[in-house]
């Protein structure tokens, strides 16, 4: 057997598919009469119509040891080919009835990968639908020209697939297809200002995509997606005002591509949702220079809605003077040149520190405390993130002395905290990075005390301020982290008391109920992946291991084959593992599971480390696991999958 990409194919001529399609109506239509089935060479001559499919096919010399059956179920009959193993190779089948093919479907390892499929009964494909491995797409082919038009689900990181793919092949068409449109924001009720400017951007995709090309190095006609890198998504309010309804996004998104061996990064930049389909708001740039693009705030969406309608052509917000605006406008100009590629250091600190001059400029200019609030905190977050990701490392002293000039002029000022908590993280990231070049075994530990003292004694000073919540939870996890759950405990009981209504607060109430689980029974229900409800309580009787886990952290899937061991040995005795996964993106999890072989029951629900169940235990790494016993008692509120062997070991369950 080997597994075939349909990218790697010849396309079929449109004669050679419809002959094939009328020989397949005839297998159908003869079927009921005992006819014999086509054979194993001429059901081989199906392929997928879309490219970018992995599937199983035998070789000629395997064909003899294949097979064609039929498949009967209700209305729905056609002929199913078997391999050499007996695994499901495809499915060519009549789901309504009319003696005509109207699906085929492709199988991988006997899964089934991908389906085409025609809805409308006249013998041509108009939708095509990834599954399982295979992955979440759906798109339909309007006109049935093979090509798909519109796509009705779509995930963020195989948007990002496609328009990779399509950039590398010069599929003009394809590319504009996961670009957002005019009717996508009108759907979203997004406000016309940055609706504009989305527009702008996403334009011409071909165009574009064409000049990224003649200039890269990495992106070639044999380069090849890999994987979708990128933090969670964002969700921006109604009352944002950017929208009239939710929106969710993801900023400064990545492909990893590969080319002949050699791996590369792609900015993906902002993407947005529509109902189930992730969209892209710009013509991906590969990640090529020596600093490679530099991404100094978030994209269109993330923006404040002054500067964002500046951009797009509008007002600059609610008595926003021209001035103002001429400044926002050029300031936009200097924010597309930080996100260029082959920018050196030299060209990021004249551009970062032009920047700083038209903020501040804006700043003078600006007529109301609103407009100067947005724009400060606009100055601040370029550098605070800047200097944090290595692109402008001067951005922590930029604002030290940010600092210092407001608390001359103003000291009672909510911005003089904002200022302190970001220079506090900037400069923590900046003496992690350089003592990484110095090599110096002692400055990391240097520099993080220096960073504790910093956190501390911005508490004490700006108790009251909105980020003292996080500078506790940041210092509760560092003591947890550290083995020291007395004081990481102290933290947290500050953090109930002191912010029991902020979202720290609530994991700080969380995390104290972890800490005392020991010797407790574990109360935990929630819905299941596949539906319904899975409790702990149902589950007494049994040895329990509750994992909290997502796929986006590496080190979960570095415990997989040793949790699969566990589990085949020790189901049978007894014992079970219930899965908490902390995906934002659901559409993702299910094949995941099956690549994975993960088939244990599996909790979740939307918003990943955020929602109530990793709330309700203050969960602040992954994978995080409780060890409960067969009363339902919690053995290990932070057990290991090596104390986990050691547990159901038979000499360490008969001293339970």
């Known amino acids: 057997m080997q597994v075939e990409r349909s990218d790697e194919m010849n396309v079929q001529t449109q004669r050679t598919w419809m002959w094939i399609v009328v020989l397949g109506a005839t297998c159908v239509a003869n079927a009921a009469s005992a006819a014999p089935p086509p054979s194993v060479k001429e059901t081989m001559a199906f392929v997928p119509k879309q490219r970018d499919v992995e599937f199983e096919t035998p070789k000629p010399e395997e064909y003899a040891k294949c097979k064609v059956e039929l498949d009967r179920k209700g209305k729905v009959s056609g002929w199913v080919v078997l391999g050499v193993n007996g695994q499901i190779l495809r499915k060519f089948l009549d789901t309504d009835g009319d003696g005509k093919l109207d699906q085929w479907r492709y199988f991988n390892h006997g899964i ?18 990834w599954l399982n491995l295979g992955g979440s797409r759906w798109g339909i082919d309007q006109n049935e020209d093979g090509r798909i038009d519109v796509w009705r689900i779509l995930s963020a990181a195989e948007a990002s697939k496609e328009a990779v ?3 590398v092949s010069g599929d003009d068409a394809a590319l504009q297809s996961v670009m957002v449109t005019a009717e996508d924001l009108k759907a979203l009720g997004l406000n016309q200002a940055m609706a504009a400017k989305l527009l702008e951007s996403s334009a011409d995709a071909g165009k574009k995509s064409r000049a990224v090309l003649a200039k890269s190095k990495s992106l070639t006609g044999q380069t090849k997606w890999s994987r979708f890198d990128a933090s969670m998504p964002s969700l921006i309010p109604t009352d944002d005002e950017k929208a009239t309804a939710d929106l969710l996004v993801y900023e400064n998104a990545v492909a990893i591509v590969e080319t002949q061996g050699k791996y590369a990064a792609v900015q993906v930049g902002e993407m947005i949702r529509i109902g189930e389909v992730w969209k892209l708001t710009q013509v991906p740039q590969p990640i090529e220079g020596e600093n490679g693009s530099i991404v100094t705030a978030g994209g269109i969406l ?18 926003a003077s021209p001035e103002v605006e001429k400044l926002l406008g050029e300031l936009v100009k200097i924010e597309q040149g930080l996100t260029q590629p082959n920018a050196d ?34 100055l601040v977050d370029g550098f605070a993130l800047a200097a944090q990701v290595g692109a402008y490392p001067e951005g922590a002293a930029d604002l030290k002395a940010m600092e210092q000039d407001w608390r001359r002029k103003s000291p009672k000022s909510p911005l003089v905290p904002y200022v302190v908590y970001r ?55 560092h003591e947890e982290l550290s083995a020291r759950s007395k004081e990481a405990t102290e933290w947290y009981q500050r953090l109930v008391k002191e912010k029991p209504k902020t979202e720290a607060g609530q994991r700080a109430v969380g995390a104290l109920r972890r800490l005392d689980l020991n010797g407790k029974p574990l109360v935990l229900t929630g819905p299941g992946l596949d539906g319904g409800t899975i409790d702990m309580r149902s589950l007494r009787g049994k040895n329990v291991l509750v994992v909290f886990w997502s796929s986006e952290y590496k080190v979960c899937e570095d415990d997989l084959p040793d949790l699969r061991a ?7 005795k007894g014992f079970e593992i219930v899965g908490v996964c902390l995906d934002m993106n659901k559409a993702a999890v299910k094949p995941y599971l099956a690549q994975h072989k993960m088939t244990w029951p599996q909790l979740y629900q939307p918003g990943g480390l955020s929602n109530p169940m990793a709330l309700g235990y203050g969960v602040i790494s992954l994978p995080t696991m409780f060890l409960v016993n067969a009363e339902g008692v919690v053995v290990s509120r932070n057990t290991s999958v090596q104390e986990v062997k050691t547990a159901l070991t038979p000499k360490a369950a008969a001293g339970k």
């Not at 520099?447 to 004490?460: M, S």
């Open 112 to 129: 089934e990968v991908y389906r085409d499929i025609d809805t409308n009964d006249n013998e041509k494909v108009d939708q095509a639908r």
């Open 165 to 167: 793919r399509a950039m």
């Open 302 to 319: 993330m923006q404040p809605l002054m500067a964002a309608n500046n951009a797009a052509g509008g007002a600059a917000g609610p008595g």
């Open 345 to 378: 250091r030299a060209a990021v600190k004249a551009l970062m520190a032009r920047r700083g001059d038209l903020l501040n400029q804006a700043i003078k200019l600006a007529e109301t405390d609103d407009e100067r609030l947005l724009l400060t905190k606009q």
């Open 423 to 477: 220079r506090i993280q900037a400069q923590y990231y900046v003496g992690l990075q350089d003592s990484e070049k110095d090599k110096e075994k002692d400055k990391p530990a240097e520099v993080q005390k220096e960073w504790i003292q910093g956190l501390e004694e911005f508490i004490a000073e700006f108790s009251d301020s909105e980020d003292s919540s996080d500078a506790m939870l940041l210092l509760a996890h």
């Open 566 to 572: 566990i589990y085949q040995a020790n189901k049978p």
